[in-house]
Structure formats: structure tokens, C-alpha cells
């Protein structure tokens, strides 16, 4: 610690304590959260993503927020480079009498890496701009914790709050049961690069809920886990390529999460203990993986949660970024689950490119095979996504219009059971494409959709986006957990309904953010027709979330 002491002393000795205080000084500050809610209700809510980022919100999700929405204006935000490797840069020397010589395009580039240098992950966050002669832009708290120890000690995190009220969706899908409450997160990280061969990553994360008169979900609580826990070691690097391996807890992300994801959106987020190996040479990136989900132990809230050995993913993500299409990716993916006794394959791919008349476009689909569980037979499903996009001049605005389709087969067994024939979304960022009040998974679904993203202001960017959705085959609805909606009696109608999201982005800095959204359901003919529904009235969600990183 003697390094941190000669760089840092007091945001050092702060840091360090906040580790070991988070978990009794949590419960205060919610408390005193609501109690401020109650007395002074919150206005009403100014507008941002969380994202994971603060751009622009294509998919705008997990969101509501960032990359899960990693911004929160792009329509599909690109892939989340998960380097290993995140250590500052060296200082640049350059002459004109001892004055860096940083043009306009310097800077500009200098400026960009600041406002990306929190990633979807934070085992891939990049600081290298703080030592960049050409970075003259603003301070952040938190900018004294990086490169301690001579450039080998990142420590950094976040807090987040966000507040629901929803109306008729508490629990799974369309439930007519309301609540509202308080969602606060508190992400804390230490990144230490040993030397250039080793390199360890740990994050702790607290998540809490408050207020609520439902009992809350098992994604929103978890009073005190390891996020992550893993060390990297490279194991090659030369003209072959550079191979890592990593051992530990890891959270995955790949691609656009359609299929992989930490989950941000959730209060506690998504993380696996198992192996890793990432290998690049050039424009390709080829990882390979085999892991274990945890068990959410929601009984026992301030234990760690430990490794679930009856599920196992593993599977091969290559991803070309040079492609003459753009980006592509190709993947296999396999979860066998145990304890359900079923093991479905996944091999899909995915396109990302702007083409003619600058019009962009996004693919993504694949088929799924292997065994149900018993009595469901052979596994034989598939999905798939379309988007067009472009780029708009309105009024002097620049708006950004998408359509989109998406697809995911159903099987025709009734009851149905999360080891059917249906296809199986494995472990998604459901929340940024299916609508932003979680009613569907991608499962026995068709959802045509309209998305609109308007900046504006500088800071403040609005989204719409419409979605009518509807059933591929007349059975029932899946929530996001891939469990049937209504086992009571199969579909009288494919037509779910309609749902309208509204969000609003402010970004206040590059590390403080503001989501104001509000979504409304209205029901369809499958819920009006078919007995066992839990409700068929039309439902509501407002949200506001603000989240500060540092």
C-alpha cells in the first residue's frame, strides 16, 4: 500500500474504508433516501440512459441504460472490446520546444477516450487518455485513484438509484399487481497489472432494494457479493497472436448481449466462475469459454453466492471487426442444465455495416439444437433479428430511425416448461430489445418495432420506441427467465399487444447520468380471450435512475 500512500494517501485511506463501511452505512442511506421520498415526493425526473454509456441508445436498453444501453442514443452500440489489458498508456514526449504538438484531430481523439473509458464490463475499462499530452479536457473524482503503484493500480467504481413505480407488471409479465420502490447499487473495482505477463481484477458489488410492498425479484438484492474475482495470465504474445487466459469469477458480454450479457440493468448484474481464453491477432478476436452461473442464494442476503455446478455454458465468439460487410461474428454456444436435463447447442452469427446511401444495418440469428427435457424430445428451434437504420435531417436535428424485426421459435407443447422445444435466449440483456417493461423473453415471439432517437440538446436525447408483439405459436407468452407465462390453458389468440417506450438521456458529465423513462402497455387479444391469464388490463412503468462513476 505504500505506493497508493505516495500518490494518494487520502483518496486512498477513502477508498479503502468505503470497502470495508459499504455494507452497515448501505442500509442508512437508503433509508434515508426514502424517508427524503416521502416526505418531498421526487420531481419528476430529468432524463438520461444508464446505459452502460452515455452515447446513444439503439437498443437502448439493458436499459434503460447504456451499453446496456452502452450509450444511450445508438442504435445497436457497438461491441464492448474486453482487453485484458487497460493499462495507461506511457506518457508521449513530443518536441516544438518542450510543447506537446497535439492538433485539433489529437485532442478531439484525446476527448473521445475519456468520454469511453468505462466499458460494459469494468475489467475492460481504459484510462489510457490520463496520460495523453493531447487530453486537456476536465477532471473526475475518482481520476487520482488511476495508475497508482507506478501505473500498475487502477481503483474505481460506481453508484447507482433508480426508482419504479410500476402499474400491473410487478413479478413476471402481466401480473395487475403494482408496487413502487428504490433501487440503490454500489460497484466497487481494483485492477493490478503484477507486470506484463500477470494481471489481477476484483469488484464487489452491493445492490439493495427498499419500499416495496411486493417482494422484490432476486435480480434486485444482494447485500454484499464478489462481481469478480479472476487473474489474468498471458500466455502468448508474438507473431502468432496474443493468447490470455483467465481464471475466477468473470462477467461475459459478446456482441450486442442478445444472447450473453451481464445484465446491467439488473440491480446486481450477471457473473460466472469458470475459464476463459481470449486470443487476437489483428482484426480477429476468438474467445473461448467454460463456466458455471451462480446460485442467487436471496435467503441468506449477505453471503456470497456460490458457483451452480448443474448448469454449464460453454462455447467459441470470433469476431472479425475488418470485414468488408463491418463487423462479424460467428459463435457456438451450449448450456447443459442438469438439473432440468437439458442440453441445447447454438451456433448463430452476427452482421453489423452500413451500406448503401449510408443506410446501416444489423443481422443477427441462428439455429439451436440438442435435447429437451423428458417428454419434450429432440431440440430443434431458432431466432432471428433484422434492422435497418439511417441517419436523418429534420429541422436542423439529426434523428436516427430504426426498423426492426425480431424472432424466436416456439414449440406446440402444452404445458410448457423451460426445457421444451422452444427456442432458449441462454443469457441475455432481454430488457434492451423486447421492450423496456420486461413482459416477453425471446421465446415463441414475433416483435415487429419502430425506434426514433432524437438529440435534443447537447446533453439530453430522446427515444421512442414501438412495439407490437405476437406469439409464433398458440401455446403461451415466456418471461424473461424463459418460464411459461400461463400454464392454465394454451392461446386463444397470437396477438399479445402493443407497448410504447419513452426515455429520455441527460448525460451531465462523461461519469454522471440521468434516465427518465416511461412505458405503456396495452393488451392484446391473446389476454382478453385466453382463460389463466393473471390479468388483462393495460399496464404502466415510469422509471428514474441516476449513476455516477468514479
Known amino acids: 500500500m505504500s505506493c497508493i500512500a505516495r500518490r494518494a494517501p487520502f483518496t486512498a485511506v477513502v477508498f479503502a474504508a468505503a470497502l470495508l463501511m459499504v455494507p452497515s452505512s448501505l442500509a442508512q442511506a437508503q433509508q434515508s433516501i426514502v424517508e427524503a421520498a416521502a416526505v418531498n415526493p421526487a ?19 439493458e436499459v434503460g441504460g447504456a451499453a446496456e ?12 472490446l474486453d482487453s485484458p489489458s487497460v493499462s495507461p498508456a506511457g506518457t508521449l514526449h513530443c518536441g516544438c520546444h518542450h510543447h506537446c504538438c497535439c492538433s485539433k484531430q489529437d485532442k478531439a481523439a484525446a476527448m473521445a477516450a475519456m468520454r469511453g473509458a468505462y466499458k460494459g464490463v469494468f475489467y475492460a475499462n481504459d484510462y489510457s487518455y490520463l496520460n495523453d499530452p493531447c487530453y486537456d479536457g476536465p477532471s473526475f473524482c475518482g481520476d487520482s ?7 500498475k493500480l487502477d481503483l474505481g467504481g460506481e453508484f ?26 454500489y460497484r466497487l473495482f481494483a485492477n493490478y497489472r503484477f507486470n506484463d505477463t500477470f494481471r489481477f ?8 432494494s427498499a419500499g416495496e410492498r411486493v417482494e422484490n425479484r432476486p435480480i434486485e438484492e444482494n447485500r454484499g457479493e464478489a462481481q469478480n474475482l479472476f487473474l489474468d495470465i498471458k500466455l502468448l504474445d508474438g507473431e502468432h497472436g496474443k493468447l490470455i487466459g483467465r481464471f475466477g469469477r468473470q462477467e461475459l458480454l459478446f456482441g ?18 469458470g475459464y476463459r481464453g481470449t486470443w487476437t491477432k489483428g482484426k480477429y478476436t476468438l474467445d473461448g469459454f467454460y463456466v458455471n452461473p451462480l446460485n442467487r442464494d436471496a435467503a441468506h442476503e449477505g453471503r456470497w453466492d456460490s458457483t451452480n455446478d448443474d448448469v454449464h455454458f460453454y462455447g467459441a465468439y470470433l469476431s472479425n471487426k475488418d470485414h468488408w460487410l463491418g463487423t462479424v461474428d460467428r459463435y457456438y454456444l451450449g448450456l447443459t442444465n442438469e438439473a432440468l436435463d437439458f442440453d441445447y447447442h447454438t451456433i448463430g452469427s452476427r452482421v453489423v455495416g452500413t451500406g448503401w446511401h449510408n443506410i446501416q444495418y444489423v443481422y443477427e440469428g441462428g439455429f439451436q439444437f440438442g435435447t429437451n427435457s423428458p417428454g419434450f424430445g429432440d431440440h430443434d428451434a431458432g431466432y432471428a ?19 426492426w424485426y425480431d424472432y424466436a421459435s416456439g414449440g406446440n407443447d402444452f404445458p410448457a416448461a423451460r426445457g421444451d422445444d422452444s427456442f432458449d435466449h441462454l443469457f441475455p440483456l432481454a430488457h434492451k430489445y423486447l421492450g423496456f417493461m420486461d413482459l416477453f423473453g425471446r421465446r415463441n415471439i414475433h416483435d415487429l418495432n419502430v ?10 436525447s430522446l427515444l421512442l420506441w414501438y412495439h407490437y408483439f405476437m406469439l409464433d405459436e398458440k401455446t403461451t407468452p415466456y418471461s424473461v427467465t424463459m418460464a411459461p407465462y400461463n400454464n392454465v390453458a394454451a392461446a386463444e389468440d397470437r396477438e399479445l399487444g402493443h407497448e410504447i417506450d419513452v426515455l429520455f438521456n441527460i448525460t451531465l458529465n462523461a461519469r454522471n447520468n440521468v434516465l427518465l423513462g416511461y412505458s405503456h402497455f396495452n393488451a392484446g387479444d391473446y389476454y382478453d380471450l385466453t382463460p389463466g391469464v393473471q390479468s388483462n388490463a393495460d399496464a404502466d412503468f415510469f422509471y428514474f435512475q441516476y449513476q455516477s462513476r468514479f
Open 256 to 273: 450486442d448481449q442478445r444472447l450473453v450479457s451481464p445484465l446491467d440493468w439488473a440491480n446486481t448484474r450477471r457473473t460466472f466462475d
Open 145 to 151: 485513484l488511476k495508475g497508482l503503484c507506478d501505473g
Open 385 to 403: 433479428t433484422g434492422g435497418l437504420g439511417k441517419k436523418l435531417s429534420i429541422a436542423g436535428h439529426k434523428p436516427m430511425l430504426w426498423f
Open 160 to 185: 447507482r438509484v433508480r426508482y419504479h413505480d410500476e402499474d400491473g407488471i410487478r413479478r413476471a409479465g402481466l401480473t395487475g399487481v403494482d408496487d413502487n420502490f428504490w433501487l440503490t447499487r
Open 69 to 80: 444501453l452502452e450509450s444511450t442514443a445508438a442504435p445497436v452500440p457497438p461491441p464492448v
Open 201 to 208: 481484477y476484483g469488484e464487489y458489488l452491493y445492490a439493495d
Open 43 to 61: 420531481p419528476a425526473p430529468a432524463a438520461n440512459t444508464e446505459v452502460e454509456g452515455t452515447a446513444e441508445v439503439g437498443g437502448a436498453a
Open 451 to 460: 425506434q426514433y432517437i432524437m438529440p435534443l440538446h447537447d446533453k439530453v
